[in-house]
């Protein structure tokens, strides 16, 4: 039998700690979460993109009754970026979560079909997408998608 490690290189800083494009991000994360439709659930998530045309595209979760029917903000944001600027690659992406009260306490992480979404989004470009997670006491930032899904399904599986 053989043990198999996967090592995640996590940064954690505070939002002073900062460059001031990763601020703007943050803060246009924050500011989705506004946009959310979470009558349900009530937790309300945005997220941001930053483009490497210098656009910063957004989205935010929507909920619907038919709970398989909604989306979440991270692909929500992916999906109008590759759309409207399928030749721009993204960056950065920044992720903000609150509940009806504030945002949380702890940062959380995409879910599985989110990542795989941002997995294949980072493939597509041939680029790392940083990914940024805030919450009230830090954001963790990833250098790259792959450190969210370190054990991915890609299209390398389909290669002859």
Do not use: W
């Amino acid at each position: 039998m053989e043990n198999i490690q996967f090592v995640i290189d996590v940064e954690m800083k505070s939002y002073d700690e900062l460059s001031e494009s990763d601020r703007m991000l943050i803060d246009a994360a924050k500011e989705a979460t506004s946009r959310s439709y979470a009558p349900y659930s009530h937790f309300f998530v945005g997220a941001s993109a930053l483009l490497s045309n210098g656009k910063i595209i957004t989205g935010s979760n929507q909920e619907n009754a038919a709970f398989p029917s909604g989306l979440c903000a991270e692909r929500t944001a992916i999906f109008y970026a590759n759309s409207e600027y399928p030749n721009a690659a993204v960056k950065s992406m920044a992720v903000a979560c609150r509940d009806q009260q504030d945002f949380i306490e702890r940062p959380s992480a995409p879910c599985g079909a989110c990542r795989q979404v941002l997995l294949e989004t980072e493939k597509r470009y041939g680029k790392p997408m940083r990914v940024l997670l805030f919450s009230k006491k830090g954001i963790y930032i990833f250098k790259s998608v792959t450190d969210l899904l370190p054990f991915s399904f890609t299209n390398d599986y389909f290669k002859k």
